[in-house]
């Protein structure tokens, strides 16, 4: 399936984890990848595997949030991908509306709070402020943005650890990781599916807001656990099933791209 093909996609913090399935998922669909990490090897590692598999990709390692790395990381997609979807543009020849993705990662912790995990939950909790502010800006570019939340997903963050505490190098500081298993147990209890996701299954929610059939989605956040009913509301809002909640009406006057009048158009 190549539904994605023809399309240029940067994913940040590809070299492990939901990152790197990201990648590959988007890779299977036909996308070209600027992958990236911190981390070389992992990030060369997805590449080649993406070569392997006989897709494009090329790789721009290093920390993200240092200032000039996003220049680089735009333009390596521009010079030797051929370009990035990012700034909407209709393609007059096809008559048909091309619409760029913007999908962020955030987590239940920045949707309800974590304990112990107060930078990290106020991280997470700002990227959905972002999300839902970006999807208004550039709503009028065609450009898709969506926040997804995830919840319990097995990676190394999420590992269980027995007696002995596991931590990893984050640019050579020791991070320390890992869940107890009791703990681990309840919190795979409190998710609706009995069970915390695979990398995988994560980058499947990911892929679903790349997908041509997630153009009239943008804005609302997605959470892998217990507001589903919320989020499925929200979205059948989107596609026209519900009356909109009151928060909802409250948006839709301060956009005016959702306004009534507009919203049928
Ligand atoms: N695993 C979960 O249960 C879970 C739940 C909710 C949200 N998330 C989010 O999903 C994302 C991926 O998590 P994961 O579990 O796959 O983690 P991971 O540690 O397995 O993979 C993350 C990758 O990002 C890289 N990275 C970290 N900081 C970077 C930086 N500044 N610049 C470039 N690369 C960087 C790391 O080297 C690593 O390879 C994170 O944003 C995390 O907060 C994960």
């Given amino acids: 399936m190549s539904n994605l093909a023809g399309k240029v ?8 984890g939901i990152g790197r399935a990201i990648a590959l998922k988007l890779a299977h669909h036909g996308a070209k990848l ?11 590692a997805v590449v080649d595997e993406i070569k392997a598999l006989g897709g494009e990709a090329v790789a721009v390692n290093g920390d993200v949030t240092k200032p000039g790395f996003a220049d680089n990381f735009v333009g390596a997609a521009m010079d030797k991908l051929g370009g990035l979807d990012i700034i909407a543009k209709r393609d ?13 990662i955030s987590s239940l912790a920045g949707l309800y709070g974590s ?25 009028r570019y065609k450009v898709n943005v969506n926040c997804v939340a995830f919840g319990l997903i097995n990676t190394r963050l999420t ?23 009791q703990v681990k147990s309840t919190f795979e209890k409190m998710v609706p ?34 507001r ?30 959702f306004s009534t009048s507009n919203a049928n158009s």
């Fill in 92 to 104: 007059a020849e096809a008559n048909r509306e091309v619409f760029r993705k913007v999908v962020n």
């Fill in 159 to 181: 590992q269980t650890i027995e007696t002995k505490q596991a931590t990893i190098d984050v640019a050579g500081r020791e991070i320390k990781v890992g869940i107890q298993p």
């Fill in 115 to 139: 304990a112990g995990q107060i930078s990290y939950s106020a991280a997470k909790a700002s990227l959905i402020g972002f999300a839902r502010t970006l999807c208004k800006e550039w709503g």
């Fill in 9 to 16: 996609a940067l994913v940040s913090g590809s070299g492990r």
């Fill in 228 to 257: 589903f009913a919320d989020v499925r509301r929200r979205l059948a809002y989107f596609v026209g099933i519900v009356k909109p909640t009151p928060p909802c009406w409250r948006t839709m006057r301060i956009c005016p791209r």
């Fill in 34 to 44: 600027v992958i990236n990490d911190l981390d070389d090897a992992p990030g060369n």
């Fill in 193 to 226: 599916l009995g069970r915390g996701g695979t990398p995988e299954e994560a980058a499947g929610a990911v892929y679903l807001f790349c997908a041509p059939e997630s153009n009239y989605i943008s804005g609302p956040d997605h959470s892998g656990g217990r």
